[in-house]
């Protein structure tokens, strides 16, 4: 469970985040969805802690990121924007440094490894350097090395970006099962039809604020609607940075 | 596992996969002093024994108006070659070394009990004819002083009337010493071999590692930054001091080709000099490791950092071209200062003096103490937000 309240980061004179606040909750895919620049990744590293808010608070499974940030972290699984690889290394060497630093036994990185190779199907490219990887290969082993402590709570950051449709597509159903683990998942997109198809809750966030917070539902019912994305167009007033 | 020994060992394994990281830290930057060396020691060597066994040929203009002369130059070992019509152009073009010139009147004034002329002509700007130069010059005066000791005695004077004070050299430089001046550009092969050794890696795991987007995702793992840096740091002073080692153990070996002796050195690169330079080269090794992160911190990107590190590699060259340049004479205050410290003792190990317990403590003892602060430096620059954000 992720708890963000009147969360505010600037830089300079640019009010990147301007009084965010949401709920993620365990068991839910919530999206984050907005055009770009809208404060999204700005707003998801504030809750991994790679960010100090200028206001606001953060809380992780009850804990506050200003007090503990280690702590959160470690309840946190996180895909950030920036997801490069160690190219030397290959992707179970990737995997495996990220578990270590999390404090992780031998026994358990083997077990979780395993399985998480196993899950995302990836047991061709394990043992290849990273050096080369496709798009698809590189996400999967930054999402296995994200997940290997198995966190309680998962931060995508536009995950299907530059993924091909099957890669999106396996993507999509393996965040189904960490909802289904009962997890609770809070991905960002620009995206609106992944959003639609995913989340059991549409946070829209335009210019660092927070323009609409329901179910994908409500979201048709409250603008009256049809259309998942007219009814984005309406709530966010205007067409600029998003993607169909 | 502690979080700094996992980096560490992350850092080493993965860099001993890199081609070009090995190649510089274990082969290219240790082994470039050693070559260096004995490349010009050669030379040297060789050219300095080569002018002074071998005839001194010159060009000679007029040498039928001073057939004596010649003669007598002839049997010194001067080889006389015909002349040349413009002698100013052929020294200027490094053609000859230097031309003998005797003018018409050389017999007449001979004749007369004058002082007959001659003119050597040479160009002093070229480094190489200094030799040739200073060996005619002394046929020359040889030659003067007998036959001015003659005419002396022709006239019944004793030739020591000539030479009220005579003049004997008494040299206190000894042959390790005299190696000590040519040397004064090893410290500084020495301290780029530390440098260049760990440059690679330093560049690599902050500006490089932010590049490639994945400090990001490491710092989301629940661990504390500087302990983060200092494994990083721990395996670039690893890459770094092997690559000493080797440059030390290369001046070892290679010094042992260097016909030294045949100029009347000894060069003692033996295991004391390694072993005493390898202590005081320690606190440098930490040192630079954090200077070298700190700058690849503040740089946005990969050739950013390696075009900053490019020029801090000439700053370690200041003392040794100071000292190399200037005599200065060596006091205690320059073991204080990191860098002119260690350039001070490798040169005094050089020059076959050794250096006292308390040098010794105080080069090392300032120079763990400038890398602490360094490194203090580099892990407030490590907690900073924007160090992870690449984009």
Redesign the interface.
């Given at each position: 469970m992720i708890e963000v309240k009147d969360l505010r980061k600037h830089f300079g004179a640019v009010k990147a985040v301007d009084g965010v606040s949401f709920k993620a909750r365990d068991g839910e895919i919530t999206g984050l969805l907005g055009p770009n620049g809208a404060g999204k990744t700005t707003t998801l590293r504030m809750l991994y802690t790679l960010m100090t808010p200028d206001q606001g608070q953060v809380l992780v499974d009850g804990i506050d990121v200003a007090r503990d940030a280690k702590a959160v972290r470690r309840q946190l699984g996180v895909l950030p924007d920036a997801r490069g690889l160690y190219k030397r290394l290959t992707a179970r060497e990737n995997i495996e440094y990220f578990a270590r630093l999390q404090g992780m036994d031998k026994a358990l990185i083997r077990t979780r490894r395993d399985k998480l190779i196993e899950t995302l199907d990836m047991a061709d490219i394990a043992d290849r350097r990273a050096e080369g990887f496709s798009q698809g290969q590189r996400v999967k082993t930054a999402i296995a090395r994200a997940l290997i402590h198995d966190p309680k709570n998962v931060i995508l950051d536009e995950p299907t970006n530059g993924l091909d449709v099957m890669a999106t597509r396996s993507l999509r159903q393996f965040m189904h099962k960490l909802k289904e683990e009962g997890r609770c998942v809070l991905f960002s997109s620009h995206i609106m039809q992944e959003v639609a198809a995913l989340c059991d809750r549409i946070v829209v966030i335009a210019h660092g604020r927070v323009v609409a917070d329901e179910t994908p539902d409500a979201l048709r019912a409250q603008t009256g609607e049809a259309n998942l994305e007219d009814a984005f167009v309406k709530i966010i007033g205007s067409e600029e940075g998003l993607a169909a | 596992?502690n979080?700094m020994l996992?980096?560490f060992l992350?850092e080493v394994?993965?860099?001993l996969?890199?081609r070009r990281t090995m190649m510089s830290a274990l082969l290219f930057s240790p082994l470039i002093g050693p070559l260096f060396l004995v490349m010009i020691m050669n030379v040297v060597i060789t050219r300095e024994l080569n002018k002074a066994d071998q005839p001194l040929k010159v060009p000679v203009i007029g040498a039928e108006y001073a057939p004596n002369l010649i003669s007598a130059l002839k049997q010194q070992g001067f080889v006389p070659q015909p002349g040349i019509a413009n002698p100013e152009k052929a020294v200027r073009d490094m053609d000859a070394d230097v031309v003998l010139r005797i003018p018409k009147d050389f017999g007449d004034s001979w004749r007369k009990g004058q002082a007959s002329q001659v003119e050597m002509i040479y160009d002093s700007s070229q480094r190489d004819t200094g030799s040739s130069v200073e060996r005619l010059k002394g046929m020359l005066q040889l030659y003067t002083r007998e036959q001015g000791a003659m005419r002396l005695v022709a006239r019944g004077l004793s030739p020591t009337m000539m030479a009220p004070v005579s003049i004997d050299e008494r040299d206190q430089s000894t042959p390790q010493s005299r190696s000590g001046q040519l040397f004064a550009i090893l410290p500084y092969f020495i301290v780029l071999a530390i440098f260049i050794g760990g440059m690679y890696l330093s560049i690599d795991l902050t500006a490089g590692?932010r590049e490639?987007?994945?400090?990001?995702?490491?710092?989301?793992?629940?661990?504390?930054r500087w302990q983060v840096l200092l494994g990083k740091l721990g395996a670039i002073c690893v890459f770094s001091s092997t690559s000493l080692l080797i440059c030390l153990l290369g001046f070892n070996v290679f010094g042992r080709l260097i016909p030294a002796e045949k100029l009347g050195m000894t060069m003692n690169f033996g295991p004391s000099f390694v072993l005493q330079v390898l202590v005081m080269m320690i606190p440098l090794v930490i040192l630079f490791a954090s200077l070298q992160t700190l700058v690849a911190a503040f740089a946005k990107s990969y050739r950013e950092a390696q075009t900053y590190l490019s020029m801090l590699m000439l700053i370690p060259a200041v003392p040794s071209v100071m000292l190399s340049v200037l005599p200065v004479k060596v006091a205690d205050w320059m073991y204080a200062v990191p860098l002119l410290g260690q350039q001070v003792g490798i040169t005094q190990l050089l020059h076959g003096d050794s250096i006292s317990g308390s040098q010794l403590a105080t080069v090392i003892a300032v120079g763990l103490l400038v890398a602490f602060l360094v490194t203090l430096v580099t892990a407030q620059v490590y907690r900073s937000?924007r160090l992870?954000?690449?984009?």
């Open positions: - | 596992m979080t996992i980096v992350k394994k993965e860099n996969r890199d590692e490639r987007q994945s400090l990001e995702p490491l710092f989301a793992n629940p661990v504390p937000e992870a954000i690449s984009a």
